[in-house]
C-alpha cells in the first residue's frame, strides 16, 4: 500500500513543504521544484512536461493489452522534444564557438595568419561553416544527445537507445504499414506499429523521460530507476554485430552470462540476431556463443540467458552443442523455468520473426514435450 504524505506550512514558507513515500523522504525535491515554478517561463514547460507524462502514463495504464502503446510512445517523445527544444540555443552558441576555436586555429597555426587577415579569414569562414555543419534546425537525435551530455547521461548504450527510440517513434509517426501476417499472444485489438518492441519501448522511455524532466529541473528523483535500466541496456548493435563477426578468444563462457565484458550477454547476442538475420548468419551467432553452452551448464537462475540460445541451436551441426543444446531445453521444459504457458508459443515466437526451429518442432510434434514431463 502507497502512503503518500504532502504537508505545507500556513506561513506559505517552501522550506516548510513536505513530500514522504513509501518510507523515502522526498522533501528536497519538492521544495526545489517549488522555488523553480516561482519563474514563470521555467512554470509553463514544467507544467506541460509533467501534464504529458501522466497523460502518457494513463495511455499505458488504461490500455487494453498495448492498444494505445503506439500512442503513449509518441506522447513520451512529445516530452523529449519539448524538453531538449528548451537547450537549442545553448547548444548552437557552443557549436558556434566550437567552429570559431577551429578557424582561429587553423588561421593561426596552419595559414600562419594574424591580426586582421586572420580575422578576415574566421570572419568569412565562420558563416559557411555554420550553414554547413549547423543547419537551421538539428535533427531530433542531435538535440536529444546535447541534452543527454550537458547531464552526464549519454554513453554508448544510451546512444543506442535513442537511435531505437527516435526509430520507433519515426515509424509511428510517418504512418508505416502496421499489417502483420503473424502475430504473438496475446492477441492486440489493433495492429500496433512497434509490435511486439513496445513493452520494452515504452517502459524505457517512460524512465529515460522521469529522468530527463528531474535533471532539468535538477532532482535527484528517478536517478535509482535510471540507473537501474541503464544497466540493462543492450550494447550498441554496432558492438553486438563486430563481436559476432570476430569473437574475442578471451571471452570466458561466464563472462557472456554475466555481461562483464562491454554488457554483452548470450541474451543480447540472440536478440540482436532475432531482429537482424538478414546480417549475420546463424553459423555466425553460434561461433560467438557456444563457448559459453559448453562451459556453463543451465539452470534456474541463468535459463532466461541460455533457453532461446539453446532453442536455435539444437539445429547446429555440431552434434556436441546440439546435443547439450537439446539437454537444456528438455531441462527448462521440466522444470519449468523459462515462465511460457505452453512450448508451442517458443516455436511461435519463432515463427513470427520468420525462423524455423526444426528440432524443437518435431521433438513437439513427436510428444517428447509431454514425455520430458514424465520423466
Known sequence: MKVLIVEINPTKKIEGASFLLEGSDYSGDLNLLLEKLKDKRFKTLI???????????????????????????????????LLVSYYYNDFKK??????????????????????????????SKLKILKEVLISEEASIITKINYFLKR????????????NKIVKSRNSIAHGRMSYKEKLIWPLPPFFNITSDESQMV???????????VAVHMGLDAWKEAWESMHDTLPPSDEVLMKFIKNPDEHITGSDLIEGTYKNITVESLVDYYIANKSKCRLTELEQAISKTLFEV??????????FLASVLLCDS?????????????????????????????IVRY??????????????????????????
Open 297 to 306: 551448464p543451465i539452470s534456474e537462475d541463468n535459463n532466461e540467458s541460455l
Open 151 to 162: 547531464h552526464s547521461m549519454l554513453d554508448e548504450r544510451t546512444y543506442s537507445l535513442i
Open 202 to 212: 515504452i517502459y524505457q522511455i517512460q524512465i529515460l523521460t522521469a529522468r530527463a
Open 94 to 123: 557552443e557549436a558556434t564557438d566550437e567552429i570559431e576555436r577551429f578557424l582561429t586555429l587553423f588561421s593561426r597555426e596552419t595559414l600562419n595568419q594574424s591580426g586582421k587577415a586572420s580575422e578576415n579569414t574566421i570572419n
Open 317 to 345: 551441426k555440431d552434434e556436441k552443442l546440439s546435443s547439450i543444446s537439446k539437454r537444456n531445453v528438455k531441462l527448462v521444459h521440466k522444470y519449468d523455468w523459462y515462465g511460457y504457458s505452453n512450448i508451442k508459443d
Open 47 to 81: 507544467i506541460t512536461l509533467l501534464d504529458r507524462w501522466r497523460k502518457a502514463l494513463y495511455m499505458v495504464s488504461e490500455s487494453e493489452v498495448d492498444t494505445l502503446y503506439d500512442e503513449a510512445i509518441l506522447t513520451h517523445f512529445h516530452i523529449l522534444e
Open 350 to 375: 519463432f515463427d513470427f520473426h520468420e525462423i524455423e526451429v526444426k528440432w524443437l518442432y518435431s521433438w513437439i510434434e513427436k510428444g517428447g514435450h509431454i514425455e520430458a514431463k514424465k520423466s
